[in-house]
């Protein structure tokens, strides 16, 4: 079976080179979180994340939801799809996986 729209894919891979600007004072909020023991680095949730789900990683943002901080981690997996994987910040339990359409 042939797939009749391959545009999708090139704009999938365009997708992947982009980066999204992050503001100087987003960075250092980030690293106060950190070190007051808010939030667990970065690092630590790409690990947990690459562990479900392997792929490249694409975005990462750190958003308030609900009162309580999550990162979101988008992952292009090995099928070409999309996906998003929340993490809860303070412990780092998954909380839950969207598919992006």
């Known amino acids: ?4 729209r391959p545009g999708w894919r090139i ?3 365009c997708l992947a080179f982009l980066v999204t600007p992050v503001r100087a004072d987003d960075h250092e909020r980030i690293r106060e979180l ?6 667990l680095p970065l690092e630590q949730i790409l ?6 789900l392997p792929g490249r990683v694409l975005e990462t943002e750190l958003e308030t939801r609900q009162g309580r901080h999550v990162y979101e981690i988008e992952i292009l997996d090995r099928n070409g799809r999309v996906r998003e994987l929340l993490f809860d910040a303070r412990t780092g339990a998954f909380l839950a996986e969207e598919r992006e359409d």
Do not use: H, N, S
Not at 1 to 4: G, V
Not at 47 to 52: L, M
């Open 11 to 13: 704009g999938l891979l």
């Open 34 to 39: 950190v070190e007051a023991g808010r939030i």
């Open 1 to 4: 079976m042939t797939d009749r």
């Open 47 to 52: 690990e947990r994340a690459r562990q479900r």
